[in-house]
């Protein structure tokens, strides 16, 4: 209980209660016990407490047990309806409004006291509801960010527990398989369904009541996508997640489940082992790591955002810019002078097309790494940039560190070097003399109007979930 419905409360809604069974008066119990009414009215409403050596003479009297008192349980429905309307009227959240407190009394009717009850409820829902402006979003975005960076991008609980799953169904060595993912999931209790209805604003649903998750179908067989989206599944039930309470906190649970996927799909002692090998070889590659654990470029490009700087001390970034130069996901801890917008924000902002990022799209063959040398105002860094396509345009991802370590880089002989002065805009953003002069005020662009900048996220306990849309798919799954 908290302070403000506390155990007088709930001792002194039990005496009442059984007060009334025994039909007494407030003057009978106060007779019975040689005490005042006045003095019993205080008890039942939790001003005072009786005391401890009291309490055997209430339940005599009341022909009750001493332990029937002691309970930590309203006795009824409406003892109940009436503690809880007493804690939401003591809340921050009511109290916010500067509204008076409603006396809650024996007069007050039961259909009242349920609306009374009902709506505090729900304004209590509302202010936890996880949800965000795009502004909220990017502020959030910025302070996880910031704390990762502290961390060097690097989570040692859920590195622990990785580890134990991965020993608990033996796995030593080499690409963890689908086969062992579903190990894992069963030591949960739990079964892989493969389903082609999944809901569009889900990557899977677990079933608690059946003991399911549901996933999409295999488009690639022996695909990255659907082990790491199991094992996403799996890190809600190990990490013990319970509905996010705030946007914070949802990407804090986003950030941790997809930390545990990376570290079960590249192990942490196997992959320090071979990145320290390819480092003593000076023949470091994100796309030999990749290729070792059967992942993604861009998660092998993350997880050893999560291991280089932790276990051999060197400093890196990591970008995914989409086609318009626009930074869609960003992480540095080695001074790059990333985009920022006057609130610290990285997302959205537009990197100097100088940079690697945006020059690997023009120049790069789409099958090998990009590698370049960028000239800042904070240092020069070494970089290798991938490119691919995907239904939303062409996109690069870049994993860099400074000049000093990329010595140990595969590529590090690269003759690509520019300079970047960004934020200065006659860096890349002011046109060249000549064209401004050939073409200022000859022509009227219309802008194109991202969407995404005018909508706020998604309300819910789950931002983007409609929750509806899930009940109703558990529930037609759960018949079969």
């Not at 025994?22 to 040689?34: E, I, K, N």
Request: proline share 6%; hydrophobic share 35%.
């Amino acid at each position: 209980m908290t302070d403000d419905v506390s155990y007088a409360h709930l001792l002194g809604a039990r005496l009442r209660h059984f007060r009334g069974l025994a039909r007494m008066t407030l003057d009978d119990l106060a007779s019975a016990l040689g005490t005042s009414p006045s003095r019993i009215s205080l008890i039942e409403n939790g001003h005072r407490e009786p005391r401890p050596s009291e309490l055997p003479t209430f339940a005599r009297a009341l022909g009750v047990s001493v332990e029937d008192l002691l309970v930590l349980t309203a006795p009824n429905e409406r003892a109940s309806e009436e503690l809880e309307l007493r804690r939401m009227q003591a809340s921050p959240v009511f109290a916010s409004l500067g509204l008076p407190k409603v006396k809650i009394g024996r007069g007050m009717s039961d259909d009242v006291l349920g609306l009374l009850v009902g709506l505090h409820r729900e304004l209590e829902r509302r202010a936890t509801t996880a949800s965000a402006t795009p502004e909220e979003a990017r502020l959030r975005n910025t302070e996880q960010r910031a704390m990762m960076r502290s961390k060097n991008n690097y989570l040692p609980d859920i590195e622990a527990i990785a580890e134990e799953q991965l020993k608990r169904i033996g796995h030593e060595a080499g690409a963890l398989t689908h086969r062992e993912v579903h190990l894992m999931v069963e030591q949960l209790g739990l079964e892989v369904v493969y389903v082609d209805d999944l809901p569009h604003s889900t990557r899977s649903i677990t079933d608690l009541e059946n003991g399911r998750i549901y996933l999409p179908p295999a488009s690639i067989p022996g695909g990255h996508g659907l082990r790491s989206i199991a094992l996403q599944a799996v890190a809600h039930r190990l990490l013990e997640h319970t509905p996010p309470k705030s946007y914070a906190d949802f990407l804090h649970q986003r950030l941790q489940i997809n930390y545990f996927a990376a570290a079960c799909l590249m192990p942490q002692r196997q992959s320090v082992e071979f990145l320290g090998a390819r480092k003593q070889a000076r023949d470091l590659a994100v796309e030999d790591f990749r290729d070792a654990f059967g992942t993604t470029h861009e998660a092998a490009a993350l997880r050893m955002t999560n291991l280089m700087t932790q276990h051999f001390g060197i400093g890196v970034h990591f970008l995914r810019v989409g086609p318009d130069g626009e930074v869609l996901k960003a992480y540095e801890n080695n001074n790059l002078p990333l985009p920022v917008d006057v609130t610290g924000a990285v997302e959205g902002q537009i990197v100097c097309r100088k940079w690697g990022a945006r020059r690997a799209v023009e120049v790069a063959h789409r099958t090998t790494e990009f590698w370049q040398y960028t000239d800042t105002h904070a240092g020069t860094f070494w970089s290798s940039t991938q490119t691919g396509h995907s239904s939303g345009g062409p996109f690069s991802i870049t994993f860099g560190v400074p000049f000093d370590d990329a010595r140990f880089f595969r590529g590090r002989e690269t003759a690509n070097r520019q300079t970047s002065t960004c934020p200065d805009p006659a860096c890349c953003r002011r046109p060249p003399r000549d064209l401004e002069a050939q073409w200022a005020g000859r022509a009227w662009p219309s802008a194109r109007l991202h969407a995404q900048i005018l909508a706020s996220l998604p309300t819910g306990r789950f931002p983007g979930v409609d929750e509806t849309e899930i009940y109703n798919y558990l529930e037609r799954h759960s018949r079969s």
